[in-house]
C-alpha cells in the first residue's frame, strides 16, 4: 500500500499548515483516512490533536507512514472551523472514535483499597461503571485546575472537562482525590 | 487467556475464536463479533454477518492502538491493509494475542487452539486477578496493619516487656485514688491528728509513684528499641525491594517517590509504633479495669459517665473515611513536593542556565504550599471535631458531681469516695481520648503502610528461576525468534535470530528508536523476552542467575553516572575487594591515570554530586576504568562515545579498544565511523534484523546499511558546506 505520488524531500523542519479549501478527506478500509490535498493523493492519513487536553478541534495534525515506516507530516490543520461542514464532521467523527473517552457526569462514590488502586463508581457518557485506576495519583490527575483525566487499569480513558460544574455530592467526593 | 468470550446466536459450531467489538471498520459504535474459523475470518454485526475474509489471503496480522481505542488489521498478501474492526482498551489484550495467534499460522501454517485456561479471579468479586496473589479490589485496610504488627515478632521479647512495664505503672496509678480516699477519709474530714498512720499512707503514695516512674522507664526504653527497629527492618526492606524490583516496575515511579517511600513513609509507621503499638493493649486494658471499679463502685453514676461515649465514637468512625481520604490527600501532596524538589534539583543546570530561578521558585513554592495547605485542612477537619466530641465526652463528669455531691449531703456517699470515683473517671477518659485519637492517626499510618506494602509485595517480573545456572561465562550470544515489547503487544523487536561468536566485536546500526538499545537490554536481562530465546553460551539466559550474568557483563553507557565519592571508590565499583595496583592497572588501560595524578587530590579526588567537576570524557574513561576492573566476558557500550569531541573520541577509542580485546562487546554508536573496528554489524529496521554481515558485505549489498551510511556521508558534507564559510 503505497502513497499515489513519489515522495518528495521530506522538510522535517517545515511547519505546513493546510488550506482547509483544498483539503478532501474520505475513509479508507484499512480503518484510516485517505487524504486528497492540493492534488496529491495520501493514504492511511492518521489524524492526531496536538493539545488534546485544550482543544479537540483546532490544531489537527495530519500524517501517514511512508513505505519505510518513517513518520511523514503532511500539515496541520490550524482550526477545523474552516472545513467544509461535511469534511468537518468526518474528521470530527474519526477524531472523536480515535481519541473515543467517555466523559464523567457524576460520581457516586471512590474507594481507595490503600494499595495504590483505587474504584470510581461513576456515570459517563458511555453508561454507569465502576472504573478500577490503578496507580492513581498518576492515573487519576487534574491535567488543569478544572480539566480531570482518568486511565484506567485495562487502558480505557475517561474525562471531566470540569469538575467545578459538577453536582455538589460529586464534588465533594472528588474533592479528597484531587 | 479465554478468545472465545461469547459467539453471535447465529455462529457455526466451526468457529473456533469469537471475540466481541464495540466499533466498526468505519469507527461507528456497534455490537458484533470477531468471528474466526480454522479458514475465515467473520465480522458478525449483532448475529449477521456482514464481512467474510479468507485467512489465506493475509500474509500478516496487527492490533494498532490507537488512542481511546485500538484496530484489528490484516495486511494482505497483495499489501493492501483491512480493518476487520475497532474496540476499546479493556479488549486489546484479547485482540492482541488472537491476532499474534492468527499471525503465526499465517507464518507457519500451524493452526494453535488455545485452550480455554481459566483466568484466576477473585473468589470473592470475580474480578481477575491479573497475576496479582490478592484482588485488588477485595484487601482490605486492617490486612495491611495485620502485616505490619507481625512484623514485630524478631522483637517480641522487647515488646512483651514494654507492655509488661505499662501494665504494672497502669496499676499503680489505678491504687492511688484509693490511698487518695484513704487520706480523705480516714485524716482529712475527720481532722485526724493520728500522724504515723497518715505518714505511712503518704510514704506509700510516694514509692508507689516512684515505681510507677520505674516502670514507665523500662517501658519507654523497650518500645523505642521495638520501634526503631522496626523502622530500620522497614526502611531496608524498601530498599532492598526497589533494589530488586524489574526495570519495568522502577520505571513506573519516580525517583522522588521512591524516596518518599523508603524514608518518610517508613518513618511514619516508626512513630506510630512509637507512640501507639504498644499502648493499643495497655488502654484498652486499663479502660475494661476502670470501667469494672466504676461500676463496682456505684453503676448508677458510672452509666451517667460512658452514656455520652458512644455518641463521641459514632461521630469519629463517620469521620474515619473523611479522615483517611484527607490525608491520602497530605500524602499526594507531599509526593508531589518531593518529587518536584528533585525534579527541580536534579535539573539545576538547565534551571541555571536558562535563567528560570525565579520560575522554578515559584512552582516550589506552589508545590509547597499546597502540600501546607492539605494538611491544614486535614488538621482543621481534626480539631474541629476534637473540642465538640471532647465536650460530649466528659459531659459524664459533670452529671457525677451534681448527683455524687447530691449522695454525699445525704450521707450515701463520702467524700474520699466521690474524689476516688472521679478521678477513675478522669483517668477513663484518658484511654477513651486516645481511642478518639486513633482513627487521625490510624488513617495516616494506614495510608503510608498500604504505600510500604505495595512495594514489598510487588512480584519483580524478571525473576531467577528454581535452582538458576552460575554461570561461568566464555562469551557467545544467541538470539533465537526473540519478540520484545515494552508493552507486551506492541512489539519493539520482532523475530530477531543472530549468532554472535566469543570475541566478536559486534556493532549494532539503525534508526532511533529501532530498538538497539532493547536489544542490549535483553542481553543484560533488565527485560526478559516475551517471545523466543536469548542464549549466552547455549543456555537460555532465563536459566542463569542475574547475579552471575550481570557480574560477567561490562557497560558503558553514553552518559556516566559517578556516584558521590572519591575516583577510587567510583572505580572500585565494580570490584569492592580490588587492590590500588590493579585499580591503577585498569585507569592505565582506560587512558585515565594521566588526568587523574592531575587532579588535585590524587586517586581521592571528591567527584561529588554526579561528577560534575570533571569532563565528559574523563567521567567516561573512569567508567571504563570500572568496566576493566570488572574484567567482564561480554561488554555492552550504549553510544559510548556519543556526547564527545572527536579528539577526546579517539582517546576513548583507543581505551576500549584495550578493554575488548578478546571479548565478545557489542557497541551501539550512532556515528557509525565509531563502529569502523566492529567485525560484523548488526542492521535493525523496523523492529526486525535487516541484515547481518560485515561493512564490506553490507555495502556491497546495497541494502538498509548502504543507505544509512550514504545518508551519514550526505550530513556531514552538509555540515562540512555549512561550517566552512564560518570557520573561514
Known amino acids: 500500500m503505497s502513497n499515489s505520488i513519489q515522495e518528495e524531500v521530506y522538510e522535517v523542519d517545515k511547519l505546513t499548515i493546510l488550506d482547509c479549501g483544498k483539503i478532501k478527506l474520505s475513509k479508507e478500509p484499512s480503518g484510516y483516512l485517505t487524504l486528497d490535498y492540493d492534488g496529491k493523493v495520501y493514504r492511511k492519513v492518521n489524524p492526531t490533536r496536538l493539545v488534546p487536553f485544550v482543544s479537540k478541534t483546532t490544531y489537527i495534525s495530519l500524517s501517514y507512514e511512508n513505505e519505510e515506516k518513517e513518520f511523514r507530516e503532511i500539515g496541520v490543520i490550524k ?100 | 487467556m479465554n478468545l472465545c468470550l461469547s459467539k453471535p446466536v447465529t455462529a457455526d459450531a466451526d468457529v473456533v475464536y469469537s471475540l466481541p467489538y464495540n466499533f466498526t471498520a468505519d469507527g461507528v459504535a456497534a455490537d458484533g463479533h470477531f468471528c474466526v474459523t480454522k479458514e475465515k475470518i467473520l465480522i458478525y454485526l449483532k448475529d449477521d454477518i456482514v464481512k467474510e475474509y479468507n485467512i489465506s489471503d493475509f500474509s500478516e496480522f496487527t492490533c494498532q492502538q490507537q488512542i481511546g481505542t485500538s484496530m484489528a488489521q490484516g495486511i494482505t498478501k497483495n499489501g493492501e491493509t483491512i480493518c476487520f474492526c475497532a474496540f476499546t482498551q479493556d479488549k486489546f489484550l484479547r485482540f492482541a494475542e488472537l491476532l499474534k495467534l492468527l499471525d503465526y499460522y499465517v507464518r507457519t501454517g500451524d493452526f494453535v487452539i488455545e485452550a480455554d485456561t481459566e483466568e484466576p479471579v477473585c473468589p470473592k468479586c470475580g474480578l481477575p486477578l491479573d497475576g496479582a496473589k490478592e484482588c485488588i479490589f477485595c484487601t482490605n485496610k486492617g490486612k495491611t496493619m495485620i502485616k505490619l504488627l507481625k512484623r514485630i515478632a524478631p522483637y517480641k521479647k522487647y515488646f512483651v516487656i514494654a507492655v509488661l512495664c505499662t501494665i504494672l505503672s497502669q496499676l499503680v496509678w489505678v491504687l492511688t485514688p484509693y490511698l487518695d480516699r484513704i487520706i480523705i477519709d480516714e485524716y482529712v474530714t475527720p481532722k485526724s491528728t493520728e500522724w504515723a498512720g497518715f505518714a505511712a499512707v503518704v510514704i506509700t503514695v510516694v514509692s508507689l509513684l516512684l515505681l510507677a516512674g520505674v516502670f514507665e522507664f523500662f517501658n519507654m526504653k523497650n518500645s523505642f528499641k521495638v520501634a526503631l527497629n522496626l523502622g530500620r527492618d522497614l526502611r531496608q526492606d524498601v530498599f532492598q525491594k526497589s533494589q530488586e524490583l524489574s526495570m519495568n516496575s522502577i520505571s513506573k515511579r519516580t525517583a522522588g517517590e521512591l524516596i518518599n517511600r523508603v524514608s518518610s513513609d517508613a518513618t511514619k509507621l516508626e512513630d506510630f509504633f512509637t507512640a501507639n503499638g504498644k499502648d493499643a493493649i495497655v488502654k484498652i486494658l486499663s479502660l475494661f479495669i476502670i470501667g469494672v471499679l466504676l461500676f463496682v463502685m456505684d453503676w448508677r453514676l458510672a452509666l451517667m459517665t460512658v452514656i455520652p461515649v458512644p455518641v463521641v465514637f459514632l461521630i469519629i468512625s463517620k469521620l474515619f473515611n473523611a479522615m483517611s481520604i484527607r490525608y491520602t490527600k497530605v500524602w499526594k501532596k507531599s509526593v508531589t513536593h518531593g518529587e518536584t524538589l528533585h525534579d527541580i534539583l536534579n535539573g539545576i543546570r538547565v534551571v541555571k542556565s536558562y535563567g528560570n530561578e525565579v520560575r522554578e521558585i515559584q512552582r516550589y513554592t506552589n508545590c509547597s504550599e499546597e502540600w501546607a495547605k492539605s494538611a491544614v485542612k486535614a488538621e482543621i477537619m481534626w480539631y474541629l471535631t476534637m473540642p465538640v466530641s471532647e465536650f460530649i465526652l466528659t459531659i459524664g463528669n459533670f452529671f457525677v458531681l451534681y448527683f455524687g455531691g447530691s449522695m454525699i449531703l445525704d450521707d450515701a456517699m463520702t467524700l474520699g469516695q466521690l474524689v476516688q470515683f472521679t478521678t477513675y473517671v478522669a483517668m477513663l477518659y484518658d484511654p477513651i481520648r486516645w481511642l478518639i485519637q486513633i482513627p487521625r492517626n490510624l488513617a495516616d499510618t494506614s495510608v503510608s503502610a498500604g504505600k510500604v506494602f505495595e512495594i514489598l509485595e510487588e512480584d519483580s517480573d524478571v525473576r531467577d528461576v528454581e535452582n538458576p545456572v552460575e554461570l561461568d561465562i566464555k562469551g557467545d550470544i544467541e538470539f533465537d525468534d526473540v519478540y520484545f515489547g515494552y508493552k507486551v503487544y506492541n512489539p519493539v523487536l520482532k523475530g530477531i535470530s543472530c549468532k554472535i561468536n566469543k570475541g566478536e566485536m559486534i556493532g549494532i546500526v ?190 556491497r549489498a546495497k541494502g538498509v546499511y548502504y543507505k544509512l551510511v550514504m545518508a551519514q556521508r550526505q550530513t556531514t558534507k552538509m555540515k562540512k558546506a555549512v561550517t566552512t564559510p564560518a570557520t573561514e
Open chain 1, 79 to 178: 482550526d477545523m472551523k474552516e472545513l467544509s461542514k461535511e469534511q468537518y464532521k468526518l474528521l470530527d467523527d474519526y477524531l472523536e472514535y480515535k481519541y473515543y473517552m467517555p466523559e464523567i457526569t457524576k460520581v457516586y462514590s471512590i474507594k481507595d483499597n490503600m494499595h495504590g488502586a483505587i474504584f470510581v463508581k461513576a456515570d459517563t457518557t458511555s453508561g454507569q461503571k465502576t472504573i478500577c485506576i490503578r496507580d492513581w495519583y498518576q492515573n487519576f490527575r487534574m491535567i488543569t485546575y478544572d480539566y480531570l483525566y482518568v486511565n484506567d487499569a485495562d487502558g480505557n480513558k475517561y474525562f471531566c472537562p470540569n469538575i467545578h460544574k459538577l453536582d455538589k455530592k460529586s464534588r465533594l467526593v472528588l474533592e479528597m482525590f484531587t
Open chain 2, 510 to 699: 539503525g534508526h532511533s528508536g529501532v530498538g538497539k538499545s532493547t536489544m542490549i537490554n535483553l542481553i543484560l536481562r533488565l527485560y526478559d523476552c516475551t517471545q523466543g530465546e536469548i542464549r549466552i553460551d547455549g543456555v537460555n539466559i532465563k536459566n542463569i542467575s542475574q547475579k552471575s550474568l550481570r557480574s560477567q557483563v561490562g557497560v558503558v553507557l553514553q552518559e556516566t553516572f559517578l556516584f558521590d565519592g572519591n575516583v577510587l571508590e567510583n572505580i572500585t565499583y565494580a570490584k569492592p575487594d580490588a587492590t590500588f595496583e590493579e585499580v591503577i592497572k585498569a585507569a592505565k588501560i582506560a587512558n585515565a591515570h594521566d588526568f587523574i595524578v592531575k587532579l588535585p587530590d590524587g586517586y581521592n579526588t571528591r567527584v561529588g554530586n554526579k561528577g560534575y567537576q570533571l569532563s565528559g570524557g574523563e567521567r567516561q574513561r573512569i567508567a571504563i576504568a570500572r568496566a576493566i576492573l570488572h574484567n567482564p566476558k561480554i561488554i555492552i557500550l550504549d553510544e559510548a562515545t556519543a556526547s564527545l569531541d572527536t579528539q577526546t573520541e579517539k582517546q576513548i577509542q583507543e581505551a576500549l579498544g584495550k578493554l575488548t580485546k578478546g571479548r565478545t562487546t557489542i557497541a551501539i554508536a550512532h556515528r557509525l565511523s565509531t563502529l569502523s573496528n566492529a567485525d560484523r554489524l548488526i542492521v535493525l529496521d523496523k523492529g526486525k534484523l535487516a541484515e547481518f554481515g560485515t561493512h564490506t558485505e553490507l555495502m
